[in-house]
């Protein structure tokens, strides 16, 4: 298995709701990742884990939780977003340092 | 994290070769290189990559120069499905992706 997978593909939420994106790759990677994407723009790094542990948040508001309940799962709990939260959000993994991303094929999220 | 520099787009006709550049001129000696595609809402996809000596693969080639201060993927034969934008990026540790160029291909 060779893939990254993230459920759901698509996502319509309310602002008051409380949802979860799920990411999971059994690659054995150490190093997974969520990236939002805007419309016409790069993905952003948000968060790294790194063997189960978060490494890095980029200043990412709390009403994104992120959370690595074991090496193959990655979350993204979700709870009331904005309308600008509205994007691709992208989960990858890799091996370790310096080898190549695999990202899954997003999850498009749009907050009414 | 360091730097690179693309065009925002460029344009090739189907079945010629693609030279898309990239300057990195603030590398470090422990960064890779590395090139992904992404098309219309699908993820980014791995293209190549390389540390100092060019690079070749079934999708794509990578030339890098001598001083690493700059790099060229090189697709030698644009389809269609190559339309996308591509990403050049320099990792030690995450990536962080720059605005990368669109290619578009001509029939």
């Known amino acids: 298995d060779t893939e990254v997978t993230q459920t759901p593909k698509h996502l319509v939420m309310g602002m008051t709701n409380k949802k979860s994106l799920k990411c999971e790759q059994h690659m054995g990677h150490r190093a997974m990742y969520w990236y939002k994407q805007k419309a016409k723009k790069p993905p952003e790094l948000m968060f790294v884990y790194s063997y189960e542990k978060l490494s890095i948040n980029e200043s990412v508001p709390s009403r994104f939780s992120p959370e690595c309940p074991n090496s193959s799962l990655l979350n993204l709990h979700l709870h009331a977003l904005q309308p600008e939260d509205s994007a691709l959000y992208l989960c990858?993994?890799?091996?370790?340092?310096?080898?190549?991303?695999?990202f899954g094929s997003g999850t498009r999220l749009t907050v009414v | 994290d360091a730097k690179t520099t693309q065009p925002n787009s460029m344009e090739s006709n189907e079945e010629e070769p693609v030279h898309l550049p990239c300057n990195h001129s603030t590398i470090s000696g422990t960064d890779y290189i590395h090139w992904y595609r992404q098309l219309p809402s699908q993820g980014p996809e791995y293209v190549i990559h390389g540390l100092t000596s060019n690079v070749n693969n079934r999708m794509a080639s990578l030339a890098i120069a001598e001083d690493r201060k700059s790099s060229t993927l090189i697709l030698h034969r644009a389809t269609l499905r190559d339309a996308a934008v591509y990403y050049c990026i320099l990792s030690r540790n995450q990536f962080y992706f720059g605005t990368g160029t669109s290619l578009t291909v001509i029939p």
């Open positions: 990858a993994s890799r091996e370790r340092a310096g080898l190549r991303y695999t």
